[in-house]
């Protein structure tokens, strides 16, 4: 079964620790993994994808294909990355449709 | 810039009624989509459409139903409310595109939804 696992529902870290969000999934095939975000008060939106490479705001995150993770993780955690955040794979064999997890509270305590 | 918006922020509705949740998108996206939120829970999909007229069911479909007359409109309706279908559900489109980085959903704001 096509599955993503986030273990934490809530993370707490203070200001400059380094933070990592948890994210395993199960997915038969070449997974293609996300990262959601949503601020409070604010829609969900992409943060980062596999594929990209890249670092958003800090945040990379590493598909690990042995570990099937999907770790997002960032040096120095800021205030303004408290916010609730997803991960996510796409089921091509489904459509194309998102599996999320359940989603991690990010808590940036000052 | 994609816009993805949804008719209502917060509606209060009671156990029975009829209740129609409204997405607009204006990127001429293909695919649409109807989530809910539920703490714990992440999002769930309920319905989704790659086409005018075309739906597929989600995971939980049980209790709604979708309308999808045109490409930039996708309607989820709860036809008969009850308590449990109070929930954040959130509409994202995206596009048909193979260019990868056009696979993102692009999300509404979110309709928070209380059945009483």
């Known amino acids: 079964a096509q599955r993503v696992t986030q273990p934490e529902k809530l993370l707490s870290v203070f200001k400059g620790a380094p933070v990592e969000l948890k994210c395993n999934y199960s997915?038969?095939?070449?997974?293609?993994l996300f990262w959601y975000v949503q601020y409070s008060r604010q829609r969900l939106q992409l943060l980062l994808r596999?594929?990209s490479r890249e670092s958003i705001k800090g945040f990379t995150a590493d598909l690990n294909k042995g570990e099937t993770s999907f770790h997002l993780k960032k040096p120095f955690a800021q205030e303004e990355d408290s916010a609730m955040y997803y991960c996510?794979?796409?089921?091509?064999?489904?459509?194309?449709?998102?599996?999320f997890g359940q989603g991690t509270e990010l808590s940036v305590k000052p | 810039d994609v816009k993805v918006t949804q008719s209502s922020r917060y509606l209060v509705k009671r156990t029975g009624e009829k209740v129609f949740l409204e997405c607009v998108q204006d990127?001429?996206?293909?695919?649409m989509f109807w989530y809910r939120q539920d703490p714990g829970l992440g999002l769930r999909l309920i319905y989704f459409?790659?086409?005018?007229?075309?739906?597929e069911k989600g995971d939980i479909p049980e209790g709604y139903s979708v309308s999808r007359e045109k490409k930039e409109r996708f309607s989820l309706i709860l036809e008969s409310a009850s308590t449990n279908q109070t929930s954040m559900y959130l509409c994202?489109?995206?596009?048909?595109?193979?260019?990868?980085?056009?696979?993102?959903?692009?999300f509404g704001p979110g309709t928070r939804l209380l059945v009483l």
């Open positions: 596999h594929i």
């Open positions: 994202a489109s995206s596009s048909h595109l193979s260019d990868s980085n056009e696979e993102t959903q692009y």
């Open positions: 997915y038969s095939g070449s997974p293609e």
């Open positions: 459409s790659y086409d005018v007229k075309m739906k």
């Open positions: 996510a794979l796409i089921s091509y064999n489904q459509g194309g449709k998102l599996i």
């Open positions: 990127m001429d996206h293909e695919n």
